[in-house]
């Protein structure tokens, strides 16, 4: 549709149809690389997410520049179709985590040639060193298969003594009850039929242990509900808008910018949005970083240092080479301090989710909300790609590109202040969820 619709209601519907499929690949993707990895190292691995998603966004215009200026409009097409069946060739070669198990080594029973296909080492209770290896011969002889069977004895001569079972094996539950039955003085206590109130203990407290996590309070709340209730998720989804809209805010403004003051064509204008990408390389050091100490202070000096790196792109204001060199330092610096902030955010998601799980087990169900959280994660970050672009262009048409880069630049500061209050936590809490402390949830 995009490539060969000619109406404007065409191009509408095709922009809408590859908005709904990347949302919903990457939202799945995101939450089968946790599945897939754990918790434990969850920050280290969106690293490598990180890096992909900004050489994706910010290489993509250079890629289209390149080819457009190389082979024309068709040939950017080309590329994307290629590209296309590459991803569906992985995906139908991809195996889940869940199927791979089944062969798994280290977690299949050990084989033993025989009859049965699998043979499972017995628990402990039945091995030939507990009780009882077999049933006693003498205990369990009936009195006609005693006078029958043949006088039992050691070496000595001596009848061994027969082991005495437990009192569990010997009068069952079952056993006791029969004989109260016969026993006409005995009173038996039936059992309670089962209460409104106990049908609902998955959502009481558990007095049995003080120290036990506390229990789903609301059973009938949806996970989307109970995430958007959290302060902590909030604010990490709003931190991940602004990061998105400082990211691609240069879209709609870059190119223009770099053709008025140094007159580069296509090419160049796809080229300027390298400095962007290449700090993004050093998102997987971030994110060992944010599993170790947490992502509070990570996220906070990024935005805080994003904030004069955005301001001093106002002396961008004519040609020359100098100019270009100083564009280009500005951006690398940029980049960098955006990439501190993406990389924990990402992995934020998990934390929360893990930190509720511990707290409250059960409150997502079996799978989990991984997929639903970060699904609110990427309509963030959509929604700071298109908050970023209508920003800048909208300013720069207003009142100029040196305001746009001082709007910007209070924009990062601002952020840093819920990220730094509410990131792994409240900041005012004595007792704060560390990322290492985290322990892989079932």
């Not at 009882?132 to 006088?151: G, I, N, W």
Request: proline share 8%; hydrophobic share 45%.
């Amino acid at each position: 549709m995009l490539c060969f619709g000619s109406h404007i209601a065409v191009l509408v519907a095709g922009r809408v149809l590859q908005g709904a499929s990347a949302a919903i690949v990457w939202t799945v993707g995101l939450a089968l690389l946790v599945d897939t990895v754990g918790q434990k190292e969850v920050g280290q691995v969106m690293g490598y997410v990180s890096i992909s998603m900004s050489v994706a966004i910010l290489v993509a215009p250079l890629l289209g520049g390149v080819v457009y200026h190389r082979a024309g409009y068709y040939g950017v097409y080309y590329m994307a179709f290629a590209l296309i069946v590459l991803d569906i060739i992985l995906r139908m070669t991809m195996i889940e985590k869940k199927f791979a198990r089944k062969w798994d080594k280290e977690e299949d029973p050990i084989s033993v040639p025989g009859p049965s296909k699998t043979n499972i080492a017995p628990p402990p209770s039945q091995r030939r060193d507990s009780w009882p290896p077999h049933p006693d011969p003498v205990l369990h002889m009936t009195l006609s298969e005693k006078k029958l069977a043949p006088e039992l004895t050691t070496k000595d001569g001596q009848r061994p003594e027969p082991r005495t079972p437990p009192e569990e094996l010997v009068n069952p539950p079952e056993t006791k009850r029969i004989s109260q039955l016969s026993n006409p003085d005995t009173t038996i206590e039936e059992p309670k039929p089962a209460s409104h109130t106990d049908s609902l203990s998955c959502c009481q407290p558990q007095p049995e242990s003080p120290s036990a996590a506390a229990p789903v309070k609301d059973c009938k709340r949806a996970p989307v509900v109970i995430l958007l209730s959290s302060r902590r998720l909030l604010s990490a989804l709003y931190c991940a808008l602004v990061q998105s809209a400082l990211m691609t805010a240069w879209d709609a403004v870059l190119p223009l910018r770099v053709s008025k003051l140094f007159g580069w064509q296509s090419l160049g204008a796809g080229l300027i949005f390298l400095p962007l990408v290449l700090p993004s390389f050093i998102a997987p050091l971030v994110g060992a970083f944010s599993d170790k100490y947490g992502a509070r202070l990570p996220t906070t000096v990024g935005f805080l240092l994003s904030m004069p790196f955005l301001v001093l792109l106002r002396i961008v204001d004519h040609g020359g080479k100098e100019q270009i060199v100083i564009l280009c330092v500005l951006l690398t610096l940029l980049g960098s301090a955006l990439t501190i902030v993406m990389t924990p955010l990402l992995a934020e998601i998990t934390y929360i989710l893990n930190a509720k799980e511990r707290h409250h087990p059960g409150l997502f169900g079996e799978k989990g909300a991984y997929a639903q959280a970060y699904g609110l994660f990427n309509c963030a970050f959509a929604g700071g790609m298109l908050v970023g672009p209508l920003w800048a262009g909208f300013v720069v048409e207003k009142s100029g590109w040196g305001i746009m880069c001082l709007t910007l630049g209070v924009l990062a500061v601002v952020s840093s202040v819920p990220a730094f209050l509410l990131t792994n936590g409240w900041i005012g809490r004595r007792t704060r969820e560390k990322p290492h402390d985290i322990q892989q949830t079932v």
